[in-house]
C-alpha cells in the first residue's frame, strides 16, 4: 500500500489508530507535541461507567442504551460493535495485560477509596475486586505521599456493594525508602525500584511483616514499570493475592501502556515526530494535502492521502476556551458543537458542559459542520476531540478513544480498498 | 541588542509557565531525575520554582540538570522547560561561574591547540596521571570519554580534495562541520562531503568556527552568541540562499532553535541560517520524500543498535536517520529507546557530574552491548565518545551507512 497517513495525536486514540494503519501497510507519521494523555489516566479500560448511575453488568449493552437515549454522545453513532472491536485491537496488541470480558465491568477501589467501575483492569489490578466478605490490608509506604492507606481502608469499608454486603479492611504503613535517604518519592521512583529483584525482595520481606493471612493486599500502583515481570514475582514471593490500585497522574500503570504502545508504534515503524505542533493544515479541492508542523529551524509539510486528527479534548489542549467563554479548535478550526446554556456551572459535581464540547462525525469518522456536511473528504477524528461526552464523568474515555481509533483507521483502509477495485474494474 | 543576560532574566518572569497544567509528565521523561536525588526533577526546578524566583535561584539543584531537553519534548502542553531551566541556570552562575566552565566551552581552541601535537595529545589525555590532575585542578573527571585528536583537520582535508569529475547536477550547498567534525571527526565530515558530491551536489564548505553550544550549555551566554553569530556570518559567504546541510546534530540544533529560544538572539542572520539548516539525515529524507534520493545502495546485512540523541530530538523532527539507514538493503535499526547518553554536551566531563553520567548513559550501553553486530549508530560527537567509552563498541554517524551502501567505502 503506497498511501501515506499522517496521525495527530499520541494518546490512546492517536497510538492505536497510527498502528492499525501501520500494519495494514501504510506509511504512517504520528506527529504530537508531547506524550499523550494515556499516563494521565489509570491505566485500565474504561468503556462505560456511570449513566448516571453506576454501569455493572453489561456495559456494551449499556453503551446501546447510553447511545439511544443520547442523541449528541460519541456512542449515538459508535456502537458497541465497534467498542468490541477496538478493545479487542487494543488486547491483541498487548496480550497479558487486562483482564475481563465485556461482559461486566469491575468494582475497584481508588486511592481514596471510592469504587470505581471499569471494564478492563490491568492483571496487576484484578484482585482489588470487591465482594462481600473479602479481607483486604492496604498498605501504604512512608515515603510516598500519594497514598494513605487509612483513608482507602475506611472508606472502603464504610461502603455497601452494589448486591448488599462489604469488604473488611485495614490499614498499615512499611517504612522503606525507594532509594537511600529520599524521603518523599513520587510513585514513579518506587515502580523503578521495583524493576530490580534485589529491592522486590527487601519490599516482599517488610510486606510479610505486616500482612495477616487470607488477607488480599492492596499498594499503591507501583509495582514495577519496565520489568513487566515484577508483579508476578511479588505475588509469588507474598503467596498471598496483591493488587495495585493507581495513584494521582502520571500513573505507572498507565505509563506502561503508554511505554507499549509506544514501543510497538516505532517497532513497527510508524515515524513518530515527537516535541513539534501542527500549525494548520493546507487544503486543496475539499481535501487536506499536507500539515504544516511547528519543528525548529523552520516549519515542515507532513504530506498524506490520509489524516487521523486525534489530539484530545479541552483538558489536553485540544479545543481552547478564551476569557469571552468561546471555545474553539485551534489547530486545525473545525466546527465545534457547543451544548446550550452555560459551559460551566458552579455545581462541583456536575456534569461541566465544557467538557461535551468537540467536533460532530459520521460513523466513518469524517468531521461534520453544522449543516451535516463533511468538512474535509479524508481527515478522520478520534479521541477526546469528540463532541457529546463526559468521559471523566461517564469513564467512557477509553471506551471511545478505542471504537473511534479503529473506526477512523478502517474507514480510511475501506477507502484505499474501494479506490484500489474501482481502479482494477 | 540587549546585554546577554537581560534576556534570560527577563524571560524568567515570563515564558511559557502559564501552560503547565502541573500534570507532571516531564519528570517521567527525565534521565537525571531518574537515577540521582540530587536533581528534583524538571517540573520542580522549573514551573514550580520559577514562580518563586523573580529573578535570583531559589534552589541550586538547578545546576543539576542537563540540559538535555527531554522534558520540553514531553510537554504535552508546550511549555519550554529546559529553556526555562537553562535560562536560570545562567542568571544563577552569572557571578560565580568556575573557570572549568569557562574553559570546557572552548571547543575550537581544544582543537587547535591539539591537531598539530595530535600524538602528543592524545598520550597525554590517555595518561591517568595527566588525568588526575586536570580532575584536581580543572574539574574534568579523570574517565570522562576525551576526543581522539588528528594530524589533520577537516578542513586541511577540503583543501586539497578533488570533487570528482563528474558533472555537479544538483548544484551547490553549503557543509557546516562543527568544530567536533572540524578537528576530531574529521572522517565523518568528510564522508558527508563524499556523500553530497555523489549525489551531484557541489559542497562549499567556508571556514567556520563553533556554534557556541558548549559555551551556551555552561551559561556563558555572551560568549555564545558572539560565537553564533560570527559563525553564521561565515556560513552566510558560502552563498546566499543555499541549504547548509551539517553532521554535526547537536551544532545543527544550536543555529536552528537553541540560540534563539535560549539566549533570545533575535538577529535577521540567525533566522537565515537556521531555516536553511538541514541534518544530514533530515536532508537526505527530504531528498527521499521528493523521489530525488538514488537508492543504488549495496546489500548491508547488518543490525545496528541506534541512539538518536537528545539534541536532535529537540530539533521535533523524530528521527530522520532511522528511516534513511533502513532504505538500504539488509539494515536493521534498534532504537534505544533512551531519553540521552548521559554525556549532554559537557556535562558528562565535571567531576561532580560524571558518576550521575554514566548511571543515565548505563542502560544504553547495556543495549549497545546487547544488539550490536560490531557497531552502534549515533549523530553526534560527544554521545558517540560517550557510547563507546561506556559500551567498547565502535559508535558511528549513520552517513557512515550511507556512504558504504553508495559503494564510496
Redesign the interface.
Known amino acids: 500500500m503506497d498511501s501515506r497517513a499522517v496521525v495527530v495525536g499520541a494518546g490512546m486514540a492517536g497510538l492505536v489508530s497510527a498502528i492499525r494503519l501501520r500494519q495494514a501497510g501504510m506509511d504512517v507519521?504520528l506527529v504530537?507535541?508531547?506524550?499523550?494523555?494515556i499516563?494521565?489516566g489509570q491505566g485500565t479500560i474504561d468503556v462505560l461507567g456511570y449513566v448516571p448511575e453506576r454501569v455493572l453488568g453489561q456495559p456494551l449493552a449499556a453503551v446501546t442504551a447510553y447511545g439511544n437515549a443520547h442523541p449528541h454522545h460519541p456512542y449515538a453513532i459508535l456502537s458497541a460493535d465497534d467498542v468490541r472491536a477496538g478493545v479487542e485491537f487494543l488486547r491483541a496488541l498487548l496480550p497479558d495485560t487486562f483482564v475481563g470480558d465485556l461482559e461486566r465491568n469491575y468494582l475497584l477501589p481508588t486511592a481514596i477509596g471510592a469504587l470505581r467501575p471499569t471494564a478492563l483492569p490491568q492483571v496487576t489490578m484484578a484482585e482489588g475486586e470487591c465482594t462481600p466478605g473479602k479481607q483486604m490490608v492496604f498498605v501504604g509506604l512512608r515515603q510516598l505521599k500519594d497514598f494513605w492507606p487509612e483513608l482507602v481502608a475506611g472508606n472502603v469499608a464504610r461502603t455497601e456493594l452494589p448486591g448488599g454486603g462489604r469488604v473488611s479492611t485495614r490499614a498499615a504503613w512499611l517504612d522503606l525508602p525507594a532509594?537511600?535517604?529520599?524521603v518523599d518519592s513520587?510513585p514513579?521512583?518506587y515502580a523503578?525500584a521495583m524493576d530490580d529483584p534485589a529491592y522486590r525482595k527487601r519490599f516482599v520481606d517488610a510486606l510479610r511483616r505486616v500482612v495477616e493471612p487470607g488477607e488480599t493486599v492492596g499498594l499503591p500502583g507501583v509495582l514495577g514499570l519496565a520489568d513487566r515481570g515484577a508483579f508476578a514475582d511479588i505475588t509469588a514471593q507474598l503467596g498471598q493475592p496483591v493488587f495495585e490500585i493507581s495513584t494521582i497522574?502520571?500513573s505507572v500503570p498507565g505509563?506502561r501502556l503508554n511505554d507499549a504502545l509506544t514501543?510497538l508504534a516505532?517497532d513497527a515503524?510508524v515515524?513518530?515526530?515527537?516535541?513539534?505542533?501542527v500549525l494548520c493544515a493546507n487544503i486543496d479541492g475539499g481535501r487536506i494535502r499536507s500539515l504544516t508542523?511547528?519543528?525548529?529551524?523552520?516549519p515542515?509539510e507532513y504530506?498524506g492521502e490520509h489524516f487521523v486528527f486525534a489530539p484530545?479534548g479541552f483538558?489536553?489542549?485540544g479545543i481552547e476556551l478564551d476569557s469571552y467563554m468561546k471555545v474553539s479548535e485551534p489547530t486545525l478550526g473545525l466546527p465545534l458543537w457547543v451544548p446550550e446554556g452555560d459551559l460551566v456551572v458552579a455545581d462541583h459535581n456536575a456534569a461541566q458542559p465544557l467538557f461535551s464540547v468537540g467536533v460532530r462525525f459520521d460513523h466513518d469518522m469524517r468531521v461534520l459542520d453544522t449543516a451535516g456536511d463533511t468538512v474535509h473528504e479524508n481527515l478522520h477524528v478520534a479521541g477526546g476531540i469528540l463532541a457529546g461526552a463526559s468521559r471523566w464523568q461517564e469513564k467512557s474515555g477509553d471506551g471511545i478513544a478505542l471504537a473511534s481509533a479503529v473506526r477512523a483507521a478502517d474507514a480510511i483502509l475501506e477507502s484505499v480498498q474501494n479506490l484500489e477495485g474501482a481502479r482494477n474494474a | 541588542m540587549p546585554e546577554p543576560l537581560e534576556y534570560p532574566k527577563a524571560m524568567l518572569t515570563r515564558a511559557t509557565l502559564d501552560a503547565c497544567i502541573k500534570c507532571t509528565i516531564c519528570e517521567t521523561a527525565c534521565p537525571v531525575s531518574a537515577v540521582t536525588p540530587l536533581f528534583p526533577g524538571p517540573k520542580f526546578v522549573g514551573p514550580q520554582a520559577e514562580r518563586f524566583r523573580d529573578g535570583e535561584s531559589v534552589d541550586h539543584s538547578l545546576d543539576y540538570c542537563s540540559s538535555c531537553g527531554a522534558c520540553t519534548l514531553a510537554c504535552p502542553q508546550g511549555v519550554q522547560i529546559a529553556e526555562l531551566n537553562s535560562q536560570a541556570r545562567a542568571v544563577m552562575k552569572e557571578d560565580n561561574m568556575p573557570l572549568r566552565d569557562k574553559l570546557i566551552g572552548q571547543t575550537v581552541l581544544m582543537g587547535k591547540v591539539m591537531t598539530p601535537f595530535a600524538p602528543i595529545a592524545n598520550a597525554a589525555l590517555g595518561n591517568k596521571l595527566v588525568r588526575t590532575v586536570v580532575e584536581k585542578t580543572v574539574g574534568v573527571h579523570r574517565d570522562a570519554p576525551m576526543p581522539t585528536a588528528r594530524l589533520h583537520t577537516f578542513q586541511g582535508w577540503m583543501k586539497k580534495h578533488q570533487p570528482p569529475a563528474s558533472p555537479r547536477t544538483r548544484g551547490p550547498v553549503v557543509f557546516f562541520s562543527g568544530c567536533a567534525g572540524g578537528y576530531f571527526e574529521v572522517e565523518t565530515s568528510i564522508k558527508t562531503v563524499e556523500v553530497l558530491e555523489h549525489l551531484g551536489y557541489e559542497v562549499i564548505a567556508p571556514k567556520q568556527g563553533c556554534c557556541g553550544l558548549a559555551q551556551q550549555s555552561n551559561g556563558l551566554f555572551d560568549e555564545a552568541t558572539k560565537s553564533v553569530l560570527k559563525l553564521c556570518d561565515q556560513l552566510r559567504s558560502g552563498g546566499k540562499d543555499l541549504t547548509i546541510v551539517s553532521a554535526s546534530g547537536s551544532c545543527a540544533g544550536m543555529l536552528k532553535h537553541e540560540a534563539h529560544e535560549i539566549m533570545g538572539v533575535d538577529e535577521e542572520k540567525l533566522h537565515d541560517v537556521g531555516t536553511r539548516m538541514r541534518e544530514i539525515s533530515e536532508f537526505l529524507l527530504e531528498l527521499h520524500a521528493a523521489g530525488d534520493l538514488p537508492t543504488d545502495f549495496v546489500r548491508n546485512d547488518i543490525t545496528v543498535p541506534y541512539h538518536a540523541p537528545c539534541q536532535l530530538k529537540s530539533q521535533g523532527m523524530g528521527m530522520p536517520a532511522i528511516t534513511v539507514m533502513e532504505l538500504i538493503p539488509g539494515v536493521k535499526v534498534i532504537e534505544s529507546g533512551r531519553a540521552c547518553c548521559g554525556i549532554a554536551g559537557t556535562y558528562g566531563l565535571k567531576k561532580e557530574k560524571y558518576d550521575i553520567a554514566q548511571a543515565v548513559g548505563q542502560p544504553l550501553f547495556d543495549m549497545v552491548k546487547e544488539k550490536n553486530e560490531g557497531i552502534a549508530v549515533c549523530d553526534t560527537e560527544t554521545c558517540r565518545w560517550q557510547i563507546e567509552k561506556g559500551s567498547g563498541v565502535k559508535t558511528v554517524h549513520p552517513i557512515w551507512l550511507v556512504h558504504k551502501a553508495y559503494g564510496l567505502s
Open positions: 507519521t504530537t507535541q508531547g506524550i499523550g494523555g499516563q494521565l532509594r537511600a535517604n529520599e513520587t514513579l521512583y523503578r497522574p502520571p505509563m514501543r516505532k515503524r515515524k513518530v515526530v515527537l516535541g513539534s505542533q508542523v511547528g519543528t525548529t529551524g523552520r515542515t504530506a484530545g483538558e489536553s489542549g
